[in-house]
């Protein structure tokens, strides 16, 4: 496989990036029916009031745990879902409510890489015809098998697979074949939707240097999904947390893992387990522990919606006062009244902050 | 101290229509009360068919085992099945990935504890229920009377393993096995749930095998770790010396390969190529068609799991010397961990 060197990320809060996709206060609701008659439908607020931009060649990622709204964000950004409130804006085009007939020759600038190679490629077909079938669809190119088998090197495959089908590959290959499909048609944006959650760590770091290296070959812009906190790190450039449908946290890459603000931010950090290893020999971290689960999305906690969970938590005013994105310097925002002074620090720390400091630090900010 | 399972040369073979797949291999290992025994490796290294040989838990008809498994001086291969039942469960127990497939949808979740219970045990339902109360409180699910009461799908994922982790408790087990307890669960849950393995763990005075790929749940959990690739084990010792001092190749490549939240690295460095067909094993050394630093007798020889002078047992021909100095000088440097 060819690993280029990648080149140093590319900070793309740079001045003069343009913006690809723009959102602003996107909402999306799913209505739940309950009981036999479907009656008084409740709602699950899959994505609250989300703000985000995505610059043009960066990779931006959005991390957060199971059911925080992540892909539904992205299904968003890429119109394969109707947001119920807010807008989204392609290339200045604002696409919130085109028809999907409107949106069709969209399609070829966003492709999505999905996270299971098992389900997501067509059993009875050939490696050929799944990665060619872009090209019939659009009608783009005349000499497809040319082409296919051009990508197919391209993503570190044998030009010789055309004829095989997707059984007869690993799960890492077939990740590639994914990657050529959706590169076919040469677009703008790739949605990676956990692209590498179903592989063995050896092989996901082969998929993320080739997702590495063709965004730099190809110009591409990505918005990568995860779960895992040490794989969004080694691949964006911006990383919005999230949590139960909204942004917690949004920051470059660095700046996040270096000073989270927001507690959860910094909870979902120290609960990576990790090998610790430092010159003294195997050691143990200093774990924040959040108590209790993920709350339903169907009810979100009032106010902020980390307060049920948060070691911070201030009563009167975390759960009746939602608290909004404010700025920390650079790009850095979080949703918090009490961010987080310094980093690392251990749960005690976190629990006991004081109010003058978190006050006097939002005013240094500022 | 006798070691509570004691595992030598166990062999698992599967006989398929394509032929005999060689699932496990020569596997040795003891674990004692106290100790939590990490087992990585990735998938289809053959880390959950020794699990479920050692519980007897294979189809007789279509595996071939070999090998013994001694708990409390007994060989648990030789036992009758009806024997068997005695031991799985009451003196072994184990709990799986997904929580949800383990409970049934229909009985609440009390019930199917306390069922646990009076598998081995005569006592009155209402005994077994207070039973199943009393360890729904100490795995830590709150309210526990009244959860008691609630269905599998009133309950979230980590509730659910904590049901598990409870109704694996119910006789006293000395041995736990875990097999990837933690991957279904997000990481904030994965952190409760790998500190109640802990806690129950010192509690109860067991021994734990966790299974899992994740090398970084071993770190934190394990006092003793052993990589499997392709059926065998290729490094065996205790957790500190692995992590501070890998001797394996392959166990290189996985730490190499992990990305870090601690840094973001310009590339990654995985390993090339993918694991060996189970069915056609390669000749020699298992792991090298894809290993980086092998010689002549690699592809021939097969390099037995021995221990080298001043450390742990592997399985790999490089010399001793050789083996420090590349964990010195490149690999453990590489990763901060020495120098």
């Not at chain 2, 490796?41 to 050692?54: F, H, N, P, Q």
């Amino acid at each position: 496989m060819t690993a280029s060197p990648a080149a140093t990320p590319s900070v793309a809060a740079r001045p003069g990036a343009s913006p690809l996709i723009e959102v602003e206060n996107l909402t999306k609701l799913f209505p739940v029916k309950q009981g036999v008659f479907a009656r008084g439908t409740q709602n699950v607020h899959a994505v609250q009031d989300v703000s985000l931009t995505v610059y043009r060649g960066e990779t931006l990622g959005i991390v957060g745990e199971s059911g925080c709204g992540k892909s539904t964000t992205a299904r968003l950004m890429v119109r394969l879902l109707e947001p119920t409130g807010g807008n989204v804006r392609f290339e200045g085009e604002d696409i919130t409510h085109w028809s999907h007939r409107q949106l069709r020759p969209l399609r070829r600038e966003m492709q999505i890489i999905f996270q299971d190679p098992y389900s997501s490629l067509n059993p009875r077909k050939t490696v050929g015809q799944i990665i060619g079938e872009p090209f019939a669809i659009h009608h783009t190119e005349r000499d497809v098998k040319n082409r296919v088998r051009d990508l197919l090197s391209r993503v570190g495959l044998s030009p010789e697979h055309y004829n095989r089908y997707p059984h007869e590959f690993s799960g890492g290959q077939r990740q590639r074949i994914g990657v050529a499909r959706a590169l076919a048609l040469q677009p703008k944006l790739i949605v990676c939707d956990e692209p590498v959650s179903a592989l063995d760590v050896s092989v996901q770091a082969q998929i993320l240097n080739l997702l590495k290296s063709l965004q730099d070959e190809f110009d591409l812009t990505y918005v990568f999904i995860s779960h895992d906190l040490s794989v969004i790190r080694q691949i964006s450039d911006r990383i919005a947390v999230m949590y139960v449908g909204r942004v917690v946290e949004l920051a470059d890459s660095e700046l996040l893992y270096e000073h989270p603000r927001h507690p959860y931010t910094a909870a979902l950090l120290s609960a990576v387990p990790k090998p610790q290893t430092d010159g003294s020999g195997f050691s143990r971290r200093q774990r924040i522990v959040l108590t209790g689960d993920v709350p339903s999305p169907v009810s979100p906690p009032a106010a902020c919606v980390f307060h049920p969970r948060c070691p911070r938590f201030r009563p009167g005013h975390c759960d009746v006062e939602t608290p909004l994105l404010r700025p920390f310097g650079a790009g850095h925002e979080a949703a918090c009244h009490y961010p987080v002074e310094r980093w690392p620090m251990t749960e005690e720390e976190l629990r006991g902050p004081s109010r003058a400091d978190s006050q006097a630090e939002a005013a240094g900010a500022n | 101290m006798t070691p509570l399972l004691d595992v030598r040369d166990l062999s698992v073979r599967f006989r398929t229509r394509d032929g005999v797949v060689q699932a496990v291999s020569d596997l040795s290992f003891t674990l004692r009360r106290g100790e939590t025994l990490g087992i990585v490796g990735e998938s289809g290294s053959g880390k959950s068919v020794s699990s479920l040989a050692i519980m007897g838990l294979l189809n007789p008809a279509l595996t071939d085992i070999s090998g013994e498994v001694v708990f409390e001086g007994t060989d648990l291969l030789k036992t009758k099945r009806d024997q068997l039942r005695h031991v799985r469960g009451r003196d072994i127990s184990m709990i799986f990935q997904d929580p949800f497939a383990c409970l049934h949808p229909m009985y609440r979740v009390g019930s199917q504890i306390a069922e646990a219970v009076l598998a081995h045990a005569k006592v009155s339902k209402s005994k077994a229920w207070d039973r199943a109360v009393e360890l729904l409180g100490a795995v830590g699910i709150p309210n526990a009377k009244v959860r008691a009461r609630d269905y599998p799908h009133q309950f979230s994922g980590g509730m659910r393993q904590r049901a598990m982790i409870a109704m694996s408790l119910v006789h006293n087990p000395d041995v736990l096995i875990a097999d990837e307890p933690t991957t279904a669960l997000d990481v904030t849950v994965q952190a409760q749930i790998l500190e109640l393995i802990d806690r129950v763990k010192k509690e109860f005075d067991i021994g734990v095998i966790l299974i899992t790929h994740d090398l970084g749940v071993v770190a934190e959990t394990a006092t003793h770790v052993m990589v499997m690739y392709a059926g065998r084990a290729m490094e065996y010792g205790p957790a500190h010396e692995i992590f501070n001092a890998a001797q394996h190749p392959y166990t290189w490549g996985l730490l190499e390969s992990m990305p870090t939240v601690d840094k973001r690295l310009d590339v990654l460095v995985p390993i090339e190529g993918s694991p060996p067909s189970l069915l056609h094993p390669p000749p020699g050394c298992p792991f090298h068609p894809r290993c980086t630093y092998r010689f002549a007798p690699c592809d021939i020889e097969r390099p037995p799991l021995v221990p080298i002078p001043g450390g742990h047992p592997d399985a790999c021909h490089l010399p001793a010397e050789r083996k420090r100095e590349v964990w010195e000088k490149r690999v453990g440097a590489e990763l901060g961990v020495v120098g």
